[in-house]
């Protein structure tokens, strides 16, 4: 991001604005991978299954 508000105030508007999306668009991959991580660990938590008291956690 901060490479993109450099190149847009040196003049490069094209170069800073695809340093600008380039950095949206890597940060929506992220978002998504951390949220299907955390739906998968949501389903195994709930999966687990205390031997103890035959219920679930």
Known sequence: MAFGIAAVASGTVGLGLAAVAA???????IHRQATEATARLEQWRDS??????????
């Open 23 to 29: 950095g949206v668009v890597w940060a929506a991959v």
């Open 48 to 57: 687990q299954v205390c031997l103890a008291c035959t219920g679930k956690f």
